[in-house]
C-alpha cells in the first residue's frame, strides 16, 4: 500500500471527478467538432459558398484554443490526481493498458500536428487537401475515443479479464459497445450545440440561419442516439450496478439519473426551438446556459458510472481503498483482503512508525487513524464538518458511540453493497472502533 492523500472535507476521490467531469467538455468537443467541421467544408466547396470558411475558421479557432489548452491540462490533471488519490488503481491500469494508451496517444500527436495544420493553411492550400487534413483530424479524434472507452468500461465491467488477464478480453466487454455508441452521439450534440453559438456570432444572417438549422439536425440525431444507447447501456450494465442504480440502495444516483436526463430534454427541445422556431433566440449567453446545463447533465452522468462501479476502482478486482479483493491466478495476484485478516493491515503499511504498528492498542486512536484513513478516506471525509459523506456525522446517526460498538459496526460493513469491507485482524480493527468513537465524542 502507498501513504494516503488526505484532500480534508472534500475527499481525493472528488478532486479526480471534478477535473475528469470538466475534462469532459472540451474532450468530448474535440472529437465531435470536426466531423461538423468536415461537413460544412464539404458543403462550402461542392456548393461554392466561400462564405461558409468565415464560420468555419471561428469554429476551428476556438477548439484549437479551449480543447488543446482547456482539455490538455484537465487530461493531465486527471493522471496526477489519480496517481495521488489511487495510485494502484491507476497503476493496475497502466500493467493491463498501457499499450492502449500508447496508441491512444499516437493519436493525439495526429490530433494536435492535423488541427495546427488544418487551421493555419485555410485560403493557402487547396481546398481538396485542405477537407483531407480535416478528415485525418476527424477520424484520428474518434479513434483516440474508441481506445479510451475501453479502458473506461473496463474499470466498470472487467468481464472474462479476471479469469484471463487478456487485454482485449477486458477492452471489449459488456459495457463497451453501448458507451462508445453514446459518447460518439453526445460528441455530436456537443459540437451541434457549440456551432450554434458560433454561428449566433456571425454577420452574415444567411450563413448563421443555415448554420444553424445544420448544427440543431446534428444536435437532434447526436442526442436522440445519445438516448438510445443509453438505454441499451443501462441494461447491459453488471447485475450489482444495475441493483445500485434501480433498487434504490442509494437513492443520489437516482438524483443525478433525473438531472442527466433533464439535462438531455432541455438541450434537445433548445435544438429544435432553435433549429425550426427561431433560430434568433439564440445568442451567447443562452448558447453558455445551454452548455452549462449540458454539463451539469454529463456531470451526473458519470457520477453514475463512476457511483454504481462501488466497491470497487477495477471491478472485481481492486476496492476503491486500494485493496486487492479478490485473487486474479492470471496475473499471479493473490487477495490482500485474506493476507491482512491474518497477518494485519496496520503491519503491512511499511511507512507506519514501528511503535504503532507493534501495538497498536497503546496508541488506539493515532492507529485507528490510520486505518481508517486508508480504508474510508476515499469515499469519506473524516471531518464532521466535511463535503463529502462525513464520517463523524453518518456514525452519529446511527446512534453507535462506543468503540466496542462501533468496531462491531465494522464486521457489519461486508452488507453494504457499495462499501468495501473491512479489512485487518480484531487489533486493527479495535483500533480503528477507537477512532471512530473518538470522531462522536
Ligand atoms: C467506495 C466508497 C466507500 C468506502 C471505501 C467506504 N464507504 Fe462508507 N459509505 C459509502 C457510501 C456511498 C455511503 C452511503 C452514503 C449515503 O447514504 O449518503 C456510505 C455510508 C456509510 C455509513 C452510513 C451507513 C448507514 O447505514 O447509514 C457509514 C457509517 C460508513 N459509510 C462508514 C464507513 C467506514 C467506517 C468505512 C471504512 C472502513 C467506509 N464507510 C468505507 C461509500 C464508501
Request: aromatic share 16%; charged share 15%; glycine share 10%.
Amino acid at each position: 500500500m502507498y501513504p494516503f492523500f488526505e484532500l480534508p472535507s472534500f475527499t481525493s476521490g472528488m478532486l479526480i471527478a471534478l477535473i475528469a467531469s470538466f475534462h469532459i467538455l472540451p474532450s468530448h468537443l474535440a472529437t465531435g467538432a470536426f466531423w461538423f467541421t468536415v461537413s460544412v467544408e464539404r458543403d462550402a466547396i461542392r456548393r461554392n459558398r466561400p462564405e461558409l470558411l468565415d464560420f468555419l475558421k471561428k469554429y476551428t479557432l476556438f477548439i484549437l484554443l479551449f480543447c488543446f489548452v482547456s482539455g490538455s491540462l484537465t487530461g493531465v490533471g486527471i493522471w496526477f490526481s489519480s496517481t495521488v488519490a489511487s495510485p494502484r488503481g491507476i497503476s493496475g491500469l497502466i500493467h493491463n493498458y498501457v499499450w492502449g494508451w500508447a496508441t491512444e496517444w499516437v493519436f493525439f500527436i495526429i490530433e494536435i500536428v492535423t488541427i495546427y495544420t488544418y487551421y493555419y493553411t485555410f485560403g493557402k492550400i487547396d481546398s481538396r487537401t485542405h477537407l483531407r487534413i480535416g478528415w485525418i483530424y476527424a477520424w484520428a479524434a474518434w479513434i483516440s475515443m474508441i481506445i479510451i472507452t475501453g479502458i473506461l468500461s473496463f474499470m466498470l465491467s472487467s468481464g472474462k479479464w479476471v479469469e484471463t488477464g487478456g487485454f482485449f478480453d477486458g477492452f471489449f466487454n459488456r459495457t463497451y459497445w453501448p458507451q462508445l455508441f453514446m459518447r460518439t452521439g453526445l460528441m455530436f450534440g456537443i459540437a451541434g450545440l457549440y456551432a450554434i453559438i458560433v454561428a449566433s456570432r456571425l454577420d452574415n444572417q444567411d450563413v448563421r440561419k443555415w448554420i444553424t438549422r445544420k448544427a440543431a439536425i446534428w444536435g437532434i440525431g447526436g442526442m436522440a442516439a445519445a438516448g438510445f444507447f443509453c438505454t441499451w447501456y443501462l441494461f447491459s450494465l453488471p447485475e450489482a450496478a444495475k441493483a445500485l442504480l434501480f433498487e434504490g440502495t442509494l437513492p443520489y444516483l437516482k438524483k443525478l439519473g433525473t438531472v442527466a436526463i433533464g439535462s438531455l430534454a432541455i438541450v434537445t427541445t433548445s435544438f429544435i426551438i432553435f433549429g425550426f422556431v427561431s433560430p434568433w433566440r439564440v445568442n451567447t449567453v443562452t448558447g453558455t446556459i445551454l452548455v452549462l446545463v449540458l454539463f451539469a447533465g454529463i456531470g451526473a452522468a458519470e457520477g453514475i458510472r463512476e457511483g454504481i462501479r462501488r466497491p470497487y476502482v477495477i471491478d472485481n478486482y481492486l476496492y476503491s481503498n486500494q485493496i486487492v479483493a479478490h485473487d486474479l491466478p492470471a496475473k499471479k495476484v493473490t487477495a490482500e483482503t485474506v493476507r491482512f485478516g491474518t497477518e494485519g493491515f496496520l503491519k503491512n503499511l511499511f511507512f507506519v512508525p514501528d511503535q504503532i504498528k507493534d501495538a497498536p492498542g497503546v496508541h488506539p486512536v493515532e492507529a485507528g487513524r490510520i486505518v481508517i484513513l486508508l480504508q474510508c478516506g476515499n469515499c469519506h471525509a473524516l471531518e464532521r464538518a466535511g463535503i463529502i459523506r462525513p464520517l463523524p456525522v453518518l456514525i452519529s446517526r446511527l446512534g453507535m458511540s462506543s468503540p466496542e460498538e462501533l468496531a462491531d459496526f465494522l464486521l457489519a460493513l461486508e452488507s453494504y453493497p457499495y462499501m468495501p469491507p473491512f479489512v485487518g485482524t480484531d487489533e486493527d480493527r479495535l483500533a480503528a472502533g477507537a477512532y471512530l468513537a473518538s470522531l462522536v465524542r
